[in-house]
C-alpha cells in the first residue's frame, strides 16, 4: 500500500512539473498560431491578433491573445470580426505529444458584422465550412464561448439592419459526428431575450438527411418554441410543433417600433399548431389562436418573398368584440394612423356561432377580412342579427392622409327595435326593416371621422311604430292652425320608407313615406345631431286619399318640444 501511494505521489508530482514546464518546453507563438488556424476555419476568412499573448497552466493549459482581427468581405471594409481577446483551452496530451489540439475557445467582448452583399447573401464564407461537412469531412471541432458580444447585420450602404448587444452564450459541436446545442441571451432594442438551439447530428442536415432540432426564445412579453425535424433538400425544410404566446400583443408590436393603440385592445395573445415550413410556403395547421380572450382553431399559411402573403381560416366558438370597443370608448379622440404595410395582402376567412359587442348580441357569422397594400376590406358574407340578416363590406383606405373609411351594408328582415337595443341606440323605432347603408368618410381621428360622414341610409319598414314623435297630437295641432306638442308618444304605421342622406352632423331626408291607418305622410326634414334642432316639412293626406283635404304641416323641435304650424297643402 506504501508503495502505491508513493508510486501515486511521483506520477502527480512529475505531472506537475511537466505541466508547469509548459510555458518553457512550448512557445507562446505556437499555441498562438493553433488559435488562429482555429478561427480562420471557423469563419473561413483570415484572423489575426495584434496583442500580447500569455500562456496559463491552471485550471486548464490555455492560451489567451489580445486585439483578435478577422477580414472579411463587407463591401464597406469593415472587419467580419473584432475582439477584446480569446482564449483558447488546449488538450494536454496532444500538446506533451507535440500537436495542439483546442478543446473549446472563449472570445470576450467580439463584434460581428454582417453585411449584405448586391446579390442579397451576406458577407462570410463560413458556407466554405458547411460544404465541406456536406461533402462528407469528418473533423473535430470543440465548444466556443462568448461573452459581451454585438451582433450587426447591415444593408448593401451600410446601413444598420439588425443590433444585438450583451451577447452571452456558449456553443457546443464537439466533431461534424455529434450533437449540437447553443444557449445563451443578448438584448434587442433594450428587451433582454433567452435562447436556446439543440440539433441531434447537424451534419446530418448538411448531407442531405433529416436531424431532430428543437428551438426556443423567450423575452419579458412573449416567447415561442419549436420542436420537429429540419431538412435541406431542394429548400430548407421545418415540420414540427410550434408555439407563440405573449403577455401583450400591443407591447410586442412596440417592440418592432410599431404604435398598437391603447389598452385594453391586443392584450394577451398565442398561437399553436403544426407547422411545414418549405422553401418560401410556411403552413400551420392544427392551429390555435387565442387573442383578447377570443379563441379559434384553423389552418394559416404564409407565402415569403417580394410579396409576402397570408391566408387562413378560423372558425370561433364566441368572438368579442368587446375590448376593441373599450378601447375607442376609452380614447375617442386617438389618432387613426395606418399601419405598416409589411405585407403584399391578407386573405382570412372568419366564422363564429356568437359574436359579442357589449350589448350587441348577433351570429351565426360568416366574414372575410382581405388586406392589400392600400386597403383592408371586412366582407359580412352573412350575420344573423335582431332576427334578421347582415352583409355587405367595410373598407379602411390608406393610400393618403388622411385615412379613408367606406361602408356598404344590406340589413333584411331585422327587428329594428331589437336591433337598436342591441347596439345601445335610442329605441326610437320598432318594426321588420329592410335597409342599405352606403357612407363614406376620412380623418385623422375618430371623431373627425364621424364628423366628415358622407353618405345614404335607405330604409324600409312594416307595421311598425315610431317613438318621440305622435302623429295624431302633430294633426290635432295643425287642424288648430298651428301649436306646440310635446316630443314623445308613438305612431303606429303599416309602413315607413325613408332615404337618409349624411354629411357631417346633418341627417336629412327627402319624399320619405308614413302610411297609418288614418293618413298618409310624405315628409322632407333634417335633424343637427350637434345642436339636437330639426325642421321637417310634411304633405298629410287623410287616409281616405281625399287630396283636396290634405294639408302642409311644417314641424320644428329642440329636442324636447315640437312647433307646428300650417297651411294648404297647394301652397
Known sequence: MKRL???????????????????????????????????????????????????????????????????????????????????????????????????????????????????????????????????????????????????????ETGGRELRLTGVV?????????????????????????????????????????????RFSLESTVARTSFTGTAALLDAHQLEGNVTASSTSLRDLVALFGYAAGPEPA????????????????????????????????????????????????????????????????????????????????????LSAADVVAGDFRGGPLAAAISTSRDTTTLTIGDLSLAGGSVSGTLTAIRDGDPIGAEVDLTLSGVDAQALLADTAAPAILEGQANASVSLKSAGEDWPELAAALDGAVNIAVAEGRIHGFDGEAVRAAAEAGGGTVSADGATDFKELVLALRLGGSVISWDDALL??????????????????????????????????????????????TLQVSTAPAAE
Open 5 to 155: 501511494a508513493t508510486a501515486a505521489f511521483v506520477v502527480i508530482v512529475l505531472g506537475a512539473v511537466v505541466v508547469s514546464a509548459i510555458p518553457f518546453l512550448i512557445s507562446v507563438e505556437t499555441l498562438t498560431r493553433g488559435v488562429v488556424v482555429m478561427v480562420s476555419s471557423l469563419t473561413q476568412h483570415p484572423a489575426t491578433f495584434s496583442g500580447d499573448s500569455e500562456i496559463s497552466v491552471y485550471p486548464d493549459v490555455s492560451v489567451t491573445a489580445t486585439g483578435l482581427n478577422v477580414d472579411g468581405d463587407n463591401p464597406d471594409g469593415a472587419p467580419l470580426l473584432t475582439a477584446r481577446s480569446a482564449t483558447a483551452t488546449i488538450r494536454l496530451w496532444p500538446l506533451l505529444l507535440g500537436r495542439t489540439e483546442i478543446r473549446d475557445v472563449h472570445i470576450q467582448a467580439p463584434h460581428l458584422i454582417l453585411q449584405r452583399q448586391p446579390d442579397g447573401a451576406f458577407s462570410t464564407r463560413v458556407a466554405g465550412l458547411f460544404a465541406r461537412i456536406a461533402q462528407g469531412e469528418d473533423f473535430e471541432l470543440g465548444d466556443l464561448s462568448i461573452d459581451s458580444g454585438v451582433i450587426e447585420l447591415r444593408d
Open 169 to 213: 452564450g456558449a456553443v457546443s459541436w464537439r466533431s461534424t459526428d455529434a450533437d449540437a446545442d447553443a444557449s445563451g441571451s443578448f438584448r434587442w432594442r433594450g428587451e433582454p431575450l433567452d435562447f436556446r438551439v439543440a440539433m441531434n447530428r447537424p451534419a446530418n442536415l448538411l448531407r442531405g438527411g433529416t436531424t431532430d432540432l
Open 266 to 349: 391586443l392584450g394577451p395573445a398565442a398561437l399553436s399548431g403544426d407547422v411545414n415550413w418549405v422553401g418560401g410556403e410556411i403552413a400551420l395547421d392544427n392551429a390555435l389562436v387565442e387573442l383578447d380572450g377570443n379563441a379559434a382553431e384553423g389552418a394559416l399559411t404564409v407565402t415569403l418573398g417580394d410579396e409576402p402573403f397570408i391566408r387562413g381560416t378560423f372558425a370561433f366558438d364566441r368572438l368579442d368584440l368587446g375590448p376593441y370597443l373599450a378601447t375607442f370608448a376609452s380614447t375617442p379622440s386617438i389618432a387613426i394612423t395606418a399601419p405598416p404595410a409589411l405585407i403584399a395582402g391578407v386573405d382570412m376567412r
Open 515 to 560: 302610411i297609418t291607418d288614418g293618413y298618409d305622410a310624405v315628409v322632407d326634414g333634417f335633424v343637427d345631431l350637434a345642436s339636437g334642432t330639426s325642421s321637417a316639412q310634411a304633405v298629410i293626406t287623410p287616409g281616405d286619399g281625399d287630396e283636396t283635404a290634405a294639408e302642409r304641416v311644417t314641424v320644428t323641435g329642440d329636442g324636447t
